[in-house]
C-alpha cells in the first residue's frame, strides 16, 4: 500500500490533546515493559543550519519511525515517517512541527498527572511561545487549574498570550510583569523558553509544587537555577539517558556535586511504579523534558490511524 502523506493542518485536526496523552501515557508504560526502544538525538551542522535526528520503536503498535528536522536562523522543518515493523514498509510521511509541540505538551501533562499534587489548582508559566500553549492546555487536562499567571520579558506578548488563553481555557489567565509572580504561591510551574539563564530564584519555590521545565534542549542552556534543582525532593526525566546529554537544568548541577544521575527517574518507571512519583505533599517535584522520538512515534501512530480511518491525507507513489 502507498505510504500516507499528512500536512502540518491535516495533523493539527487529527491530533487532539486527549488523543496525545492518552498515546504518550501507553508509549511510556510499554516503554518500561521493554516493548519499545528510543534513540537520543544526533544533530549534524553545516553552515547556517543544524539537523536534528531522533528515532525509535513501537513494537506494541507495530510500528518503528524516525523525526528530522532542520533549524535555521529564519525557518524550522519537521517530519516524521513511520514504518510497519513486520514488512518494513513505509507507512506515512507527515510534516510534524504542531505535533511535536502538542507531544512535549502531552509529556507535560502525563508527568503532571503523576507528579503534582492531586488539589494543585494554580499555575505560573514562563514563556508565551507555541510551546507554551500546549504546555497549558496538557496541565489543565490533568488537573482543575482555576488561576494561571504568565511571564515574559515583552508586556505585548503576555498581555496577548494571556488573553487567548483565558478564551480557549475558560479560565482566569493573568499577565505579570515580575517572575516572582509566576513562582510565588504556585502549584505548578512551567517553564517554557529560549533563555540560556534562569528565569526566576529557587528559593523562592513553595513546597509542594511541581515543575515542567522543556524549553531547553541544549547542554549551554538552563532554565532553572542550581538552588531550584537542590530543593527538588524528586528529579524525574523522559529519558535519562538523553538527559545527560542535552540537560543543561540537571548537568550544571551534577557538575557543582548537588545532584548525583542516581538520583534522577524515568518517566517511563514512575508510570509503572506510581508509588515513586510523590511520597507527600510537601515534596519538591521536577520533570525535566527534552523531547523524544518514542512520543513522536506513538503520537504519529494514532495521527496515522485516524486518518486511514477518516479517508485523509494524500497518497505517495512508494
Same mark, same amino acid.
Given at each position: 500500500?502507498?505510504?500516507? +502523506?499528512? %500536512? ?34 544526533? #544533530? ?56 511535536? =509541540? ?14 503534582? @499534587?492531586?488539589?494543585?489548582? #494554580? ?6 511561545? =507555541?510551546?507554551? @500553549?500546549?504546555?497549558?492546555?496538557? !496541565? ?6 482555576? @488561576? ?12 496577548? $498570550? ?18 516572582? &509572580? ?10 517554557? %523558553?529560549?533563555?540560556? &539563564?534562569?528565569? $526566576? ?16 534542549? $541544549? ?16 528529579? !524525574? ?18 557538575? &557543582? ?14 508510570? *509503572? ?5 510523590? @511520597? ?12 523524544? *522520538? ?5 503520537? /504519529?501512530?494514532?495521527?496515522?490511524? =485516524?486518518? &486511514?480511518?477518516?479517508?485523509? /491525507?494524500?497518497?505517495?507513489? +512508494?
Amino acid at each position: 500500500m502507498p505510504a500516507l +502523506f499528512l %500536512t502540518e493542518s491535516e495533523v493539527s485536526e487529527l491530533l487532539t490533546m486527549p488523543l496525545a496523552i492518552e498515546s504518550i501515557e501507553h508509549a511510556f508504560l510499554q516503554w518500561a515493559k521493554g516493548k519499545a526502544v528510543n534513540v537520543p538525538r544526533t #544533530r549534524v551542522t553545516a553552515p547556517g543550519i543544524l539537523l536534528h535526528c531522533m528515532s525509535a520503536s513501537a513494537e506494541y503498535l507495530g510500528y518503528l519511525g524516525w523525526k528530522s528536522y532542520t533549524t535555521t536562523g529564519q525557518t524550522t522543518q519537521f517530519h516524521i515517517a513511520l514504518y510497519e515493523v513486520e514488512t518494513g514498509k513505509i507507512s506515512a510521511l507527515f510534516e510534524a512541527d504542531q505535533l511535536g =509541540r502538542i507531544r512535549t505538551g502531552a509529556a507535560s501533562g502525563v508527568a503532571t498527572k503523576y507528579m503534582a @499534587r492531586t488539589d494543585a489548582r #494554580r499555575v505560573g508559566i514562563f514563556g508565551t511561545g =507555541r510551546q507554551a @500553549r500546549t504546555q497549558l492546555l496538557a !496541565v489543565c487536562q490533568v488537573r482543575d487549574i482555576s @488561576r494561571i499567571h504568565v511571564y515574559c520579558r515583552t508586556e505585548k506578548s503576555r498581555a496577548t $498570550f494571556s488573553h487567548q488563553m483565558a478564551k480557549e481555557l475558560g479560565i482566569n489567565v493573568v499577565p505579570v510583569s515580575d517572575p516572582e &509572580q509566576a513562582v510565588k504561591d504556585m502549584d505548578i510551574i512551567i517553564a517554557s %523558553t529560549t533563555s540560556k &539563564q534562569p528565569l $526566576f530564584d529557587g528559593r523562592s519555590i513553595a513546597q509542594g509544587t511541581h515543575l515542567n521545565l522543556v524549553g531547553s534542549n $541544549f547542554l549551554h542552556k538552563s532554565e532553572v537555577d542550581t538552588c531550584t534543582i537542590e530543593r527538588a525532593d524528586h528529579i !524525574v526525566c523522559d529519558s535519562v539517558e538523553q538527559c545527560k546529554l542535552e540537560a543543561g537544568d540537571l548537568v550544571n548541577p551534577i557538575e &557543582q556535586k548537588v545532584l548525583n544521575w542516581s538520583e534522577v527517574s524515568n518517566l517511563s518507571d514512575v508510570i *509503572a511504579q506510581p508509588e515513586l512519583a510523590r @511520597r507527600s505533599s510537601s515534596e519538591i517535584t521536577v520533570f525535566k523534558s527534552v523531547g523524544l *522520538a518514542i512520543e513522536d512515534v506513538a503520537a /504519529g501512530v494514532r495521527v496515522l490511524n =485516524r486518518a &486511514q480511518q477518516e479517508e485523509r /491525507g494524500q497518497l505517495l507513489p +512508494f
